[in-house]
Nanobody
Framework: QVQLVESGGGLVQAGGSLRLSCAAS????????MGWYRQAPGKQRELVAA???????NYADSVKGRFAISRDVAKNTVYLQMNSLKPEDTAVYYC??????WGQGTQVTVSS
């Protein structure tokens, strides 16, 4: 069973940037789809961004143009570059494989 470990969360002011990392315990070369979800207090978990093994990406409308997902197969790591952060981006961010395997999450807090 592959394990996922997220890092890179923290406290940032509105307009700032953060880069989240998701390190997998084995090769991600053959993994069809990986993604990032987030969950704010009192809200349902929602998809933020996803990337396929072929490099295709998709994003939630709320983050298009501000966030970018990428992967480094050599490092078994998926990244989420988050720019122009807004207070409404505050949430726990989770890395996932096919919405089946999940990491423990990393907190992102954006102050106004």
């Amino acid at each position: 069973q592959v394990q996922l470990v997220e890092s890179g969360g923290g406290l940032v002011q509105a307009g700032g940037s953060l880069r989240l990392s998701c390190a997998a315990s084995r090769s991600i070369l053959s993994i069809t789809r990986m993604g990032w979800y987030r969950q704010a207090p009192g809200k349902q978990r929602e998809l933020v961004a996803a990337i396929t093994s072929g490099g295709f990406t998709n994003y939630a409308d709320s983050v298009k143009g501000r966030f970018a997902i990428s992967r480094d197969v050599a490092k078994n790591t998926v990244y989420l570059q988050m720019n122009s952060l807004k207070p409404e981006d505050t949430a726990v961010y989770y890395c996932t494989i096919g919405a089946i395997t999940w990491g423990q999450g990393t907190q992102v807090t954006v102050s106004s």
